[in-house]
């Protein structure tokens, strides 16, 4: 679902996001009537929208609906990110671009989410680094050359990267 939401469907989505339970066209009206003149149609119209695209799911009460969000915001947002990203002709630079717009407090959540996915995956990092060890410990391989990164480079490797693909 990476497509992005309109405005009003963005305004929509917060809501039932936010509320993380099933919510009805006239509660959402309520709320964002405290922002704007909107009426219940259009109210209904959007969420018949989000609910045909498969942002939200809804079931039947009475003669109205509940919707419920069918994946949280954060997936959205990185969903998002993922389709900006793999349409770069240079995703890299595109990285680059984009740490460079963050504010202090973003670049550490990013910091903090890099290390909770490496914690994530010590069992693969640990059999990967034996894997890439032991050739050289039964002196089958020639020595790394000094100053080579940390777990070596593989070919098609960019250089400078290291075997994990994972920045210092």
Do not use: C
């Amino acid at each position: 679902m990476p497509r992005r939401l309109g405005d009003l469907e963005d305004a929509v989505m917060t809501r039932v996001w936010e509320w993380n339970r099933p919510v009805t066209v006239r509660e959402v009206l309520e709320d964002l009537q405290k922002e704007r003149s909107i009426a219940y149609t259009t109210v209904m119209t959007v969420l018949d929208n989000l609910h045909q695209k498969g942002w939200v799911r809804r079931e039947a009460e009475g003669r109205a609906y509940r919707y419920e969000a069918v994946s949280t915001r954060a997936a959205y947002a990185a969903a998002l990110m993922n389709e900006a990203w793999s349409a770069s002709d240079n995703p890299a630079a595109a990285l680059v671009a984009f740490f460079g717009m963050m504010s202090p407090e973003q670049r550490q959540a990013l910091r903090d989410a890099v290390r909770m996915v490496e914690v994530d995956e010590p069992a693969e990092d640990a059999e990967q680094q034996a894997q890439e060890a032991a050739p050289a410990e039964e002196g089958e391989a020639e020595a790394a050359p000094q100053g080579a990164g940390e777990a070596g480079s593989t070919e098609g490797d960019e250089p400078g990267a290291n075997a994990t693909g994972k920045g210092r």
